[in-house]
């Protein structure tokens, strides 16, 4: 079987073929990653409390997903840089550039995890404050909890990030599968030992630990780390040749800040946004706990939609990269597009079916929750997913603009989207007209569809094509 080098540098290559060596590991990497977040929340709403489920502690993790998301947004963000200077060095055939800049990246993003961890320390009581409601002490404590133990996870969490970007901008997506599906694999062992008590599966005492929230972040935590370990030892022998982090010198800080930073920015506009949809939630009267508990499992079963445009975003950042180092940009511009196209198509269909099942997947993820968390879980499902077809557009085309080193018009374009339409249509609906959690998905759903025809304008203008990294 060819590699995905060797596609690209051929006369007749075939695009489709091209897009989807990259994209399909990236696809059966999410479908795990979808598998371990709906196995995560499935523990989760298992942890009981005074002999019945514990509403309180699917309640803590979704306010936890405000920071959370920053982080690990950021984390993406950080790695859309080595993505966007590796991909480029690759695509000129400068293995020493590749080399030199996977070393300088993982170094800077190791330095970002670990200043995040005290970052994280030191929001944690405003973010307590801001997203709890004021009724339920309980909740705020497991957050505190929680947020606590994963925020210790950053550095490899930003590592991890780091090294599989750069795997793909040389056309390897098959070595973060298999050590990202080793992760996985980890965190689901340890969610079992960790979070509920000894148990009976098939015939076979399991022991447990019963640690319920702290063990959830606990087993996040220590597979991070394991997985981390794996992957240093595992890229020492790719074409990346990383064998040691490089600690960045200052022209270095620039060049990758000079990228990262829009990307980051886009991030803490789209956290910000999160944010405050879930301050809004809190303050909608009589159902605030268990809308908070359905946005967690509501983003869970939007994630199956959006999995396959977020791997052909991977696939569209590192082929934008490595055509333009080669100097071809309109080859850059039709993978661009064939990705976006591709994940349209894709995403459409995952979209209706899960339309269709909403309800019984709801009931699979959280039988034990009430009826009015399942019930508007359902309707998050049903109104959002109905724009899953453009925001997937928006999702592989900035990934597309971010490869080329493009950063600064996305994050224009996200401010838009999510603080200019987003946020004043949640509180209008939410709370002007009382639509409650109703309101809070429309607007989201709304801000969606702006996301997408404004990445389209901005990738037809072709304005990325001259970024320079």
Known sequence: MSTVAESIQAADENPNRVVWQLAGPAVMLN????????????????IQYNGRADDAVLAAVAASMSVLFLFFSIGMALGTAP??????????KNADEVKHASRISLGYSLLAGSLFIGIGFLILPFARASFVPSDAPRVGVLMSEYLGIVCLSLPALYGIQTIAGCLRATGDAKSPLVISGIQILLHICLNLVLILPGQTILGVHVPGAGLGVRGAAMAMTFSAYLALVIYILWVRRSALQLDRPELPNREWIQRLT??????AGMAILRVGSFSLLVAILSRVPNEHTYALGAMRVG????????MPAFALMISAQALVGQSLGMGKPDRAARLGWLAAHHSAVVVTVV???MLVFAGPVVKMLIPDQPAE?????????????????LFSYGMVLVGAM????????????SLISLWIVR???????????????????IAMAVSQSVNGILAMALFKQGRWKTARV
């Not at 479908?31 to 709906?38: D, E, Y």
């Not at 983003?299 to 959006?306: G, K, L």
């Open 351 to 353: 979209s209706l079916l």
């Open 423 to 441: 946020i004043p249509i949640a509180w209008v609906l939410a709370i002007g007209l009382k639509m409650g959690s109703d309101g809070v998905w």
């Open 402 to 413: 971010q490869g080329a080193g493009d950063t600064a018009r996305p994050f224009w374009m």
């Open 299 to 306: 983003i869970q079963m939007e994630s199956i939609a959006f």
């Open 373 to 389: 968390t399942i019930n508007i879980a359902v309707r998050y499902a049903q109104i959002v997913l109905i724009t899953e077809t």
């Open 31 to 46: 479908v795990l990653q979808t598998i371990n977040g709906f196995l995560d929340t499935s523990f989760i709403a298992r």
């Open 258 to 263: 000079r990228i990262a930073a829009p990307a």
């Open 83 to 92: 993505t966007a200077i590796v991909s480029r060095a690759y695509g000129a």
